[in-house]
């Protein structure tokens, strides 16, 4: 699918959230000033050492299915990734591991308009 990959959970992402928390704003508010490093299923997804994690739209966001990206950034190699929160429509949001694995810096600011990605892994099965 095609989609426009952005950045999220970086350190300066962290910092917005706090300083918006600290200054009075809700967590709600906050969230559209930068993020707060935990996922909609409550995990975390700041951790550049750990796993790269993605988010995907509400409509077709999965938790832990594995996504697989290509950027027209970076090393341009497909790298893999868990879908552990949601982004805005038309977005495959990154975090800082995801980053990495895309040979970028680990608190790049991306905009990628031409980024592409598929599901990793077989179709859940329906029981």
Known sequence: MNARATS???RQDLARFAKCVTDGGSVTHCLSVGDNGVGAWGDNVWDPSGPP???LPSGVAVHNRQVR???SIGSGRPFNCICRDIAPEGVI???PAALLAAGL???QDINDPNAQWAWADPEPEIV
Do not use: E, H, K, R
């Open 93 to 95: 949001d990154l975090n």
């Open 53 to 55: 994690i993605c988010a």
């Open 105 to 107: 810096t680990v608190d």
């Open 8 to 10: 999220f959970s970086t």
């Open 69 to 71: 990206v290509t950027l």
